[in-house]
């Protein structure tokens, strides 16, 4: 077979996102400012929310979410061992403790069970990771801390109109997925990631399903008793300096005066960015449905070799096709590291997602150590990434099969 050159996972821009990025630097207007809100309503119209959030990361929705919450020091939170260093970053940021749990076995899921035997009365918030756009098991997640509220002590207003240890999902990977909920009538609704855990912060990144260069969007269901354009509110004073007027806002006539609430942060969103999240969101269905044809192609050739995939569409939930995580029974690392050499001789880059956080210097240097996980070190230590992106074609993916199935014969 010819050999090919397959990038892992480039942007899918076209033409009408090139055109929408130069119509809006030709407003005059290119900070935070219309773009962003109509980008914001259809965030939220699509979820199912009330109201949503845009940032410059994923990163940033979810500090934000864990400074409107309150989460500080003396503040213990939960979340996976196998997940990227954002998952984890913003926990350290605002001084709160961080706790991880090992996956379940032959999974990359995080353990349920450990969840809940970690949880103790400084446990405020859990961060279950979406990983691959695959929804977590947020019924067992909401199980857990109804069961676990008696040891929840909230310090502030918002920790007490919950009640309980908060659930803010990172679904950097999943905007788009969804879980199948059956009702008491027997009756199946499609319930968005962002309208599941009581908050969710989403990636906009280079290399995600929906991108806008860099930036992010967090979501939130309703919470008893508070006002959601109250908490619109603070998620912009935060993102913007504590200012409680934006530049657009300070525009219209005779508005210059604001004020500064607090020494707050600078993580706003621009209508540049905005601009191209707007052009991707009319193009969603179809790359959301390009990347399911390409895993069924993956899943077809793989089941039959043996090796083990994600589960992305279900009858219980429907991943969003972020990645394709690879397991090749009875290797090791330097044998997956070797692999990953040959099919880049072959042209194709892949990747491995994830080096588990314990292995890090910055997670060790916090007293962290991979023993003390082993079941995400299993997962890792066999798994590679293959390229999934709509910028695939058939003949790609073949090729990419063929690669994985000519070096695993030699």
């Not at 984890?88 to 809940?116: M, Q, R, T």
């Not at 193009?283 to 994600?310: H, N, S, W």
């Not at 293959?386 to 199935?405: F, N």
Request: hydrophobic content about 40%.
């Amino acid at each position: 077979m010819e050999k090919r050159q397959i990038t892992f996972s480039p942007p899918d821009i076209t033409e009408a996102e090139i055109e929408a990025v130069a119509d809006t630097l030709r407003s005059g207007w290119i900070t935070t400012g219309p773009k962003c809100k109509e980008f914001e309503k259809k965030i939220a119209q699509f979820i199912g929310t009330d109201k949503a959030v845009v940032l410059n990361s994923a990163t940033a929705c979810l500090e934000s979410i864990l400074r409107f919450l309150g989460i500080g020091a003396g503040d213990e939170v939960i979340t996976s061992a196998y997940t990227y260093t954002a998952s984890a970053s913003p926990v350290v940021h605002v001084g709160a403790s961080l706790k991880f749990v090992d996956c379940k076995k032959d999974s990359f899921e995080i353990d349920y069970d450990a969840i809940e035997n970690a949880i103790t009365e400084k446990t405020k918030v859990i961060i279950p990771v979406d990983i691959a756009g695959v929804p977590c098991d947020y019924d067992r997640i909401f199980e857990i801390v109804e069961k676990k509220k008696n040891l929840f002590q909230p310090s502030n207003d918002i920790q007490k109109a919950f009640g309980r240890i908060i659930v803010a999902a990172d679904g950097a990977h999943a905007f788009g997925a969804y879980i199948n909920k059956k009702q008491p009538d027997g009756t199946v609704n499609k319930i968005m990631v962002g309208n599941i855990a009581d908050f969710t912060s989403f990636s906009f990144h280079a290399v995600k399903n929906l991108t806008t260069a860099e930036g992010g969007s967090l979501t939130w269901r309703n919470i008893p008793g508070m006002d959601n354009e109250e908490i619109y509110k603070q998620f912009m004073l935060l993102s913007l300096h504590g200012q409680t007027k934006d530049a657009f806002h300070k525009n219209q006539l005779g508005a210059w005066e604001y004020d500064i609430a607090a020494p707050l942060y600078k993580c706003n969103m621009t209508d540049i960015q905005a601009a191209i999240g707007l052009v991707q969101f009319e193009r969603y269905p179809a790359l959301l449905d390009r990347r399911r044809q390409i895993i069924g192609k993956y899943d077809e050739a793989f089941k039959e070799m043996g090796y083990k995939t994600v589960p992305h569409f279900t009858k219980d939930h429907t991943s969003s096709g972020h990645l394709y995580l690879l397991r090749i029974p009875g290797i090791d690392t330097q044998k997956r590291n070797d692999i990953i050499v040959k099919m880049a001789e072959r042209g194709i880059a892949t990747n491995v997602h994830f080096k588990p956080l314990p292995m890090m210097t910055a997670y060790k240097n916090l007293g962290f150590d991979i023993s003390d996980y082993p079941n995400a070190y299993h997962q890792y230590e066999n798994e590679i990434t293959l390229p999934l992106h709509t910028k695939l074609s058939d003949e790609d993916v073949d090729y990419i099969i063929s690669g994985i199935r000519e070096i695993m014969a030699d």
